[in-house]
């Protein structure tokens, strides 16, 4: 979930990159679902929240994992189809000015 600040993005910042280089290398750039072996620089694996910070999550090394780009499509898809049903699911508010029974 990218956010605009004046043309940047949340995946823009220095403290992100940071971390995504941090977790690629801690991984060994390689896809911890289907075990696909990246390269350094090619950009066919990514750093990817275990958590979404739309759902919590932090950006710390502990919430990122290292995803080929297939694998981080479906694991965003998912995450995307769950935050529209959790968007169905809120409770009906009732309006501020109808009077309570």
């Known amino acids: 979930m990218a956010w605009a600040n004046g043309g940047a993005t949340r995946t823009t910042t220095k403290e992100h990159r940071r971390w995504a280089k941090a977790v690629l290398r801690r991984d060994g750039y390689r896809c911890v679902d289907c075990g696909y072996q990246g390269t350094a620089g090619k950009g ?27 694998c981080h499509k479906k694991k965003t898809g998912r995450e995307a189809a769950e935050g529209r049903r959790r968007r169905r699911q809120r409770p009906a508010q009732r309006h501020p000015g109808i009077p309570v029974d």
Do not use: Y
């Not at 066919?44 to 297939?70: E, K, M, S």
């Open 44 to 70: 066919d694996v990514n750093a990817d929240h275990q958590t979404p910070v739309a759902f919590g999550g932090t950006t710390t090394l502990g919430n990122g994992r290292t995803r080929c780009v297939p």
